[in-house]
């Protein structure tokens, strides 16, 4: 039995959350079964908060789950996987989101600034992991895949060099035709 449970598996990541600082969920992702029911989950999750949010560690085993995570400002970011999992591996997903929303929200990594992109960030979850197998590593890959291009930015919300430079683009396009 434990020979089947060692066995090495893509599907590394049992759960992703963004907590803020009073322990609510700003977004959580969970992969697998171990927590079925939403109510579980939020159980889980405030038990996870009241057990990391004073500590000064960066991993805790807590319900048979290898939890790593980091905070800032007021949002706590953890990532999870099974008691046998490699905490290297989720320290690096870990980084990578942490990395990636910090590039996104221009290091601003903050409750408000989270909520106002945070459909960026959502796909830029989905980047990371599908379905608790780990896809991208890289922040700087996986904000390149989410960024907003500019051509989809209203006018007058552009700043002078995005509009100089959309404006490069077309007169290069033009003349090439």
């Not at 960066?58 to 999992?85: A, N, P």
Request: charged share 25%.
């Amino acid at each position: 039995m434990d020979s089947i449970l060692l066995e090495p598996s893509l599907y590394m990541i049992k759960a992703i959350a963004l907590l803020d600082n009073d322990g609510n969920r700003m977004l959580a992702k969970y992969y697998d079964n171990t927590f079925p029911t939403v109510k579980e989950q939020k159980a889980f999750e405030k038990n996870l908060f009241n057990k990391t949010h004073r500590a000064n560690a960066e991993i805790i085993m807590l319900d048979g789950v290898t939890c790593v995570y980091r905070s800032s400002v007021d949002l706590f970011f953890y990532v999870m996987g099974s008691s046998h999992e490699n905490e290297l591996i989720l320290v690096s997903v870990l980084n990578c989101l942490y990395d990636s929303v910090s590039q996104i929200l221009r290091k601003n990594v903050e409750k408000r600034s989270l909520l106002d992109n945070l459909d960026i960030i959502m796909l830029a979850l989905d980047e990371i992991c599908d379905g608790g197998i780990l896809l991208e590593a890289d922040p700087s890959s996986v904000v390149q895949r989410v960024a907003l291009r500019t051509d989809d930015i209203p006018l007058g919300e552009q700043t002078v060099a995005q509009v100089f430079q959309s404006a490069r683009e077309q007169l290069k396009w033009s003349l090439l035709k």
